[in-house]
Nanobody, 128 residues
Framework: QVQLVESGGGLVHNGGSLRLSCAAS????????IGWFRQAPGKEREGVSC????????YYADSVKGRFTISRDSAKNTVYLHMNSLKPEDTGVYYC?????????????????????WGRGTQVTVSS
């Protein structure tokens, strides 16, 4: 059974940085595509970034491109989301999700409905 646990959220000022972690157990993430999604109050969950299984090809939403980076540490079986130049509109609950052998290199492919396994989320709050 795939279990995902997010950590690293918190309260930061506008322009600050955070690194979110998604630690997996039960499977090797090397065979899984990974997505980071966020949900702000009153809004739908949106795909922030995805990393494809295999070569780890990454997709970023336009709103975070150039500021966020997704990376993998195979030894730790963990995926990270490095977030720089944070803005108040980045505030929300961030979830990581995984799906076996998933390719997600564009917006249409990095959608919540394609991923079966989800963590419980971590809160990110960016103050203005």
């Amino acid at each position: 059974q795939v279990q995902l646990v997010e950590s690293g959220g918190g309260l930061v000022h506008n322009g600050g940085s955070l690194r979110l972690s998604c630690a997996a157990s039960g499977v090797s993430l090397a065979y899984y595509g990974i997505g980071w999604f966020r949900q702000a109050p009153g809004k739908e969950r949106e795909g922030v970034s995805c990393s494809s299984s295999g070569d780890g090809s990454a997709y970023y939403a336009d709103s975070v491109k150039g500021r966020f980076t997704i990376s993998r540490d195979s030894a730790k079986n963990t995926v990270y989301l490095h977030m720089n130049s944070l803005k108040p509109e980045d505030t929300g609950v961030y979830y990581c999700a995984a799906e076996f052998r998933m390719i997600a290199t564009n917006q249409a492919m990095c959608v919540a409905s394609r991923l079966r396994y989800w963590g419980r989320g971590t809160q990110v709050t960016v103050s203005s």
